[in-house]
């Protein structure tokens, strides 16, 4: 061989070592930290589903720290710490109290609100269209939707005079919709009760209290507490032969009458879209809380058979979704 071409050959190899031990580099793993108050999300796979869409895969450039306090709020302190401690990129929250406990112990990690109840009024945020801190996401918060509730019951029961309201006292989100709810009750004529729970242990003593108030139907205030319970809710509904209206669409698929509500799936991934920008470099003070777009209203029939109960036509028409 040539002196000139082995000086050249020689040349092109060392150019493309560089090239070739880059390529063989790890791609980088970021951390991603997923924190409720109660257990995990109904629509975890959702979020994992859009995440990964976007090219966040699990084991290959990303990891899901998951701390879960089952409803024992006592616990949710110290999970949240927990993450902060792990050094994680983001930190994906659901509800309302989990974001709270979260923004506590850190201000500088990304707190992205899957479905946080009242992002402003909680504190959370400065502004919606300016979060200014270290938490953005979704709201799960809309304008009226207690008074819409029972409106679409008294649709269905045009009798309607009582109605109970099963809430969880410790998340200010519901705390909000109760009174929003009253404040509609005034306006139907309608009396509404409060059932307050706190915790799991809750239930019995509250269903019980259900029944010395024999309203004429119950609403179910949204939040991770009465989510996971939906069907214990359910069916303590069903079995006092009460019609039920709740606040999302997963209650509806547990057995509940009817649902009316912003849809949980839609904000969930629409979360993704927020964790996969901040793991691209946004800021989360510069990205405005997004409220609910999507509302379901849901009825089952199924339930309204077993309730000896028939949907008027005109409200069957309005729904997005009838389970059979």
Request: hydrophobic fraction near 45%; aromatic fraction near 6%.
């Amino acid at each position: 061989m040539r002196r000139r071409e082995f000086i050249t050959l020689l040349g092109s190899a060392a150019a493309a070592w560089p090239l070739a031990a880059r390529a063989q580099q790890p791609e980088k793993r970021y951390t991603i930290g997923i924190l409720s108050a109660g257990s995990a999300p109904v629509l975890r796979k959702v979020l994992f589903d859009a995440l990964r869409e976007l090219g966040w895969i699990e084991g290959k450039n990303v990891v899901f720290e998951q701390r879960y306090a089952e409803n024992r709020l006592e616990r949710l302190p110290e999970l949240a710490a927990d993450l902060v401690r792990l050094k994680v990129d983001v930190i994906a929250v659901a509800g309302t109290l989990a974001p709270l406990a979260a923004k506590r112990v850190t201000s500088t990690i990304p707190i992205v609100m899957t479905a946080a109840g009242d992002p402003l009024g909680s504190g959370l945020v400065a502004s919606l269209a300016r979060p200014g801190g270290n938490v953005t996401g979704m709201s799960l918060m809309a304008p009226d939707l207690g008074a819409k509730r029972l409106e679409l019951l008294k649709e269905v029961l045009p009798r309607l005079s009582r109605v109970a309201v099963l809430w969880n006292a410790d998340n200010p989100y519901s705390a909000l919709v109760f009174k929003e709810t009253q404040t509609g009750g005034q306006t139907l004529g309608i009396d509404v009760r409060s059932l307050e729970i706190r915790d799991p242990d809750d239930f019995e003593g509250t269903f019980e209290a259900a029944r010395r108030q024999r309203p004429d139907a119950l609403i179910t205030v949204e939040d991770p507490l009465t989510v996971d319970h939906r069907k214990r809710i359910a069916d303590f509904a069903v079995g006092q032969q009460l019609p039920s209206l709740h606040g999302v669409r997963e209650f509806a698929a547990a057995g509940g009458l009817m649902s009316y509500g912003a849809s949980l799936a839609d904000l969930f991934r629409r979360a993704a879209g927020y964790v996969d920008k901040i793991l691209r470099g946004a800021h989360p003070a510069d990205l405005p809380v997004q409220q609910p777009t999507k509302f379901e209203f849901v009825i089952n029939l199924k339930t309204a058979k077993a309730l000896g109960l028939r949907i008027p036509d005109k409200v069957v028409a309005l729904a997005d979704e009838v389970i059979e």
